[in-house]
């Protein structure tokens, strides 16, 4: 099993672990409908994509009993 030469210094190993971070997910605003949704991705709102209908979307019906 592989052994470490040298003592890493503290120094080192937080700059190691400075870019070890979750980064925010860029979100965009849809052209139709004013949504914030992932860039380069059809709307799952209201289906379009560059101001093109690009997919059908389904309404969700409500059954009430």
Known sequence: MGVPKKKR???????????????????????NCQKKILPHRVCPFCGYYKNRKVREIKEKKKEKE
């Open 9 to 31: 210094t503290k120094s080192r190993q937080g700059k190691t672990r400075m870019h070890i971070f979750l980064k925010e997910s860029s979100l965009v605003v849809c052209s």
